[in-house]
């Protein structure tokens, strides 16, 4: 006799982009603005002054205060979101236990929104609420697991470790290059470094990579060249 195949398994790759989203994000936005921050700062700094002391301790300054900034930014927003989740799981919870028929009712409709039929709906709905009521209704009305609450942990780390990687690069590059070539080597290899980070956001997202190349590259490249302007001005009339 031919044993039926079980199909409960998940799709790991699906499992896996949407276990890492949250901390993807935020440790994409670290190193983007880790490396975009810190380069316009550099290189505004560098077109005023050539002085190695003052750019060394610009950028370290400035990766320290960044990187902290971003990491406690995350941790608070994140952590605000987390609460606001319980805060609606705890509410969903009380009205389970204060109309449950009403709650069985809405999962239903719930059902029957995604195309079943009344009949499968309701049977769905009740197999559902027999199991894990709260689980139910807080994926299909809230859009909530609650297995899978945010962490604002993962996210402040992903996020202060991040934004310290992505500005190293400029640092590095404005503290050791010849001083007639601070300013374009940095912008080089912040361009590459921004590809690099669009490329990796695109790849774990599944989302178009030119997209995220372009977004990343002209943004960082603005910014630096706005700073380089205004550090030139500094410079000169100052």
């Given at each position: 006799m031919t044993e039926t195949p079980h199909h409960t398994a998940s799709f790991p790759d699906e499992d896996a982009v949407s276990g890492r989203l949250n901390a993807l994000r935020a440790g994409v936005l670290g190193a983007n603005d880790g490396i975009v921050s810190i380069a316009a700062l550099l290189v505004g700094v560098v077109a005023a002054t050539n002085d190695a002391t003052v750019i060394l301790t610009t950028a370290l300054a400035g990766i320290a205060a960044g990187a902290?900034?971003?990491?406690v930014g995350e941790y608070v927003s994140v952590s605000s979101q987390r609460d606001a989740e319980r805060a609606q799981l705890e509410r969903e919870?009380?009205?389970?236990?204060?109309?449950?028929?009403?709650?069985?009712?809405?999962?239903?409709?719930?059902?029957?929104?995604?195309?079943?039929?009344?009949?499968?709906?309701?049977?769905?709905?009740?197999?559902?609420?027999?199991?894990?009521?709260?689980?139910?209704?807080?994926?299909?009305?809230?859009?909530?697991?609650?297995?899978?609450?945010?962490?604002?942990?993962?996210?402040?780390?992903a996020s202060l470790f991040a934004f310290t990687l992505g500005g190293i690069f400029?640092?590095?590059?404005?503290?050791?290059?010849?001083?007639?070539?601070?300013?374009?080597?940095?912008?080089?290899v912040v361009i590459i470094a921004l590809a690099v980070s669009g490329t990796v956001s695109a790849r774990l997202g599944h989302a178009p990579?030119?997209?995220?190349?372009?977004?990343?590259v002209v943004g960082g490249?603005?910014?630096?060249?706005?700073?380089?302007?205004?550090?030139?001005?500094?410079?000169?009339?100052?």
């Open positions: 902290l900034s971003m990491g919870k009380a009205w389970h236990d204060h109309r449950p028929e009403w709650e069985l009712d809405q999962l239903t409709r719930l059902h029957m929104e995604t195309g079943m039929s009344e009949a499968t709906a309701r049977a769905a709905a009740i197999e559902q609420t027999a199991f894990d009521p709260l689980a139910a209704h807080a994926r299909a009305h809230l859009g909530i697991d609650p297995e899978e609450l945010v962490n604002p942990w993962h996210a402040a780390f400029p640092l590095l590059t404005a503290v050791l290059a010849p001083d007639a070539l601070k300013v374009p080597l940095t912008f080089l990579r030119l997209r995220a190349i372009v977004r990343n490249s603005l910014a630096m060249a706005i700073t380089y302007g205004i550090g030139t001005f500094a410079g000169v009339h100052l």
